[in-house]
T-cell receptor, first 112, second 112 residues
C-alpha cells in the first residue's frame, strides 16, 4: 500500500531559526514528490521534485529529493512568523490516475 | 487570476441529510480531484475526473458518496444519508493533464 510519512508532526521554533522537515515515501511507480503549505484550508503549492539530488529553491525555502533512500526534506532558513503553517508532503505515482498520496503534515509554529 | 473555487465554504447538516458540495476548477483544467481532510490528517484522495468521466473513484469510502462533472468543468460531490464521521474539510483541486494540482479553499462539512 502506498504511504507517505512526515516527521516531526509538530515543531515550535523562534524567528530566525532554520528548520528541516522530513518526508519518506513508498509510492508505486513513483513519478514526483510535492510539497504544499496549508495555512487555513487551501494547500498552496511549493515544490515538485522529480530528480534525485537536484535542489529546488524559492527564497528562504528549499527542497531536495533522494530517490534511492525514498526521502525528501524541506528546509526553511531565517524563519518568520508568517511561515507558521502545516507543511504537507505528497507522492505522485504514474498510471492514468493523478491522485496524490499525502502525509499527515508537519505543523510548524514560529514564535516572535 | 481566478483559482479553484468551492461552495459553500461551510456546511452544517443533520445526520441522515443529503448534501451537495460544488467545485469550480481553474478554466481550461481538464483534470479535477476531490480529497477529504480530517482534523490532524493530510488530505485523502476520493475521486479523479479527466474531462467528464471519473477516471479513478477508488477513494470514495462507500456508496453514499457520489460525484459528477457533466460538462467537464464544474463538479459536484454528493453525500447521501450523512453520518457524523463524514465531518471533514472537502478539498477540490484541478490541473492541466500531468501538471501540478492547485487546490481550492475547501468546504468544511459538519454533521450534527
Amino acid at each position: 500500500e502506498d504511504k507517505v510519512v512526515q516527521s516531526p508532526l509538530s515543531l515550535v521554533v523562534h524567528e530566525g531559526d532554520t528548520v528541516t522537515l522530513n518526508c519518506s515515501y513508498e509510492v508505486t511507480n513513483f513519478r514526483s514528490l510535492l510539497w504544499y503549505k496549508q495555512e487555513k484550508k487551501a494547500p498552496t503549492f511549493l515544490f515538485m521534485l522529480t530528480s534525485s539530488g537536484i535542489e529546488k529553491k524559492s527564497g528562504r525555502l528549499s527542497s531536495i529529493l533522494d530517490k534511492k533512500e525514498l526521502f525528501s526534506i524541506l528546509n526553511i532558513t531565517a524563519t518568520q512568523t508568517g511561515d507558521s503553517a502545516i507543511y504537507l508532503c505528497a507522492g505522485h505515482g504514474s498510471g492514468n490516475t493523478g491522485k496524490l498520496i499525502f502525509g499527515q503534515g508537519t505543523t510548524l509554529q514560529v514564535k516572535p | 487570476g481566478a483559482g479553484v473555487s468551492q461552495t459553500p465554504s461551510n456546511k452544517v447538516t443533520e445526520k441522515g441529510k443529503y448534501v451537495e458540495l460544488r467545485c469550480d476548477p481553474i478554466s481550461g483544467h481538464t483534470a479535477l480531484y476531490w480529497y477529504r481532510q480530517s482534523l490532524g490528517q493530510g488530505p485523502e484522495f476520493l475521486i479523479y475526473f479527466q474531462g467528464t468521466g471519473a477516471a479513478d473513484d477508488s477513494g470514495l469510502p462507500n456508496d453514499r458518496f457520489f460525484a459528477v462533472r457533466p460538462e467537464g468543468s464544474v463538479s459536484t460531490l454528493k453525500i447521501q444519508r450523512t453520518e457524523r464521521g463524514d465531518s471533514a474539510v472537502y478539498l477540490c483541486a484541478s490541473s492541466s493533464l500531468g501538471s501540478t494540482q492547485y487546490f481550492g479553499p475547501g468546504t468544511r462539512l459538519t454533521v450534527l
